[in-house]
Every structure is written in structure tokens, then in C-alpha cells.
């Protein structure tokens, strides 16, 4: 049973893996038949990328992507015999990750919008697409109706 972190309260969680992996996201610890769930919500793994420049400065930085690529899910459950630590996100780490998640959902965002448009179900607005007509000539009709 993991005894170190608190059960039933949603958290922004780092957690190492046995399998060696960081896996960062939102999480709840639950208990079920004396083990330790970890449910993990739009988990990201961490790349860190080192290039080295022509001058010969090495430049490190460090970047997500999605834990599991090959998935439309966004929502995991642990075991836990397979975490081996689980910590709170530090303030910056959280921003980054947030920050991912919003640039993220805006790329999603643009490739639904495209498919849309590729789609049979698109169709093209016009200037008569839900005009209903004039104010003036909706407020003479109000009246009209209101005063009889």
C-alpha cells in the first residue's frame, strides 16, 4: 500500500515507473482489496533533447509528449506494484505541463476543424444564413403583439 501520498484527493503527480519511465498527469490514489490504485489522467512522458551546436556548446532542454502515443484515451489506472515513487509537480514543471496540455488541445482543435471542412457534413456560410430579418421590423412586431 502506498502510505506517503494521500488517498482520494486529486493531485498533479510525477511518478516513477518500475520500468524506469517518468510519467507526469493528473492523479488520485484510491484503495481497492488492500492495493493502491493510481488513476492518471492525460499523462505525459518527459524527451530531453541535447544538440550540440557547430561552435561546440552543447544546448540541453527538455519537452512531453504523450505517454501513450498510439491511443485516443486519456485516462489510465496503475498498478501499484508498478510505481516505484510518486511525488507532487513542482510549480514550474506544473505550468509547462498545463501549457502543454493547452497548445495540445489547440492543435487537436485546428485537425478536427480540417476534417470538418474535408467532410460531406461542411457547409459553406452566406450572408442569408440566419437572418430572420430586420430589428426595427421585429420590435413593430413585438409591439403589435404586446399592446393587443
Known sequence: MINYARHDEEFY???KLSN???????AVLTEDEGET???????VQ??????ELPDGKI?????????????????????????IAIAAMSKEVRYMYESYLDDDEDIGDSVKQKKLKDSKLH??????MGYLGKIDEARKLFEKIYKS
Open 37 to 43: 490504485l493510481v488513476f492518471i489522467s492525460q499523462p
Open 59 to 83: 544546448v540541453k532542454g527538455m519537452g512531453f509528449a504523450e505517454w501513450m502515443q498510439l491511443s485516443d484515451e486519456d485516462f489510465f489506472i496503475l498498478r501499484e506494484k508498478d510505481v
Open 20 to 26: 524506469g519511465e517518468e510519467v507526469l498527469g493528473q
Open 46 to 51: 518527459i524527451q530531453t533533447i541535447t544538440k
Open 13 to 15: 503527480a510525477v511518478i
Open 123 to 128: 457547409v459553406n456560410p452566406d450572408t442569408k
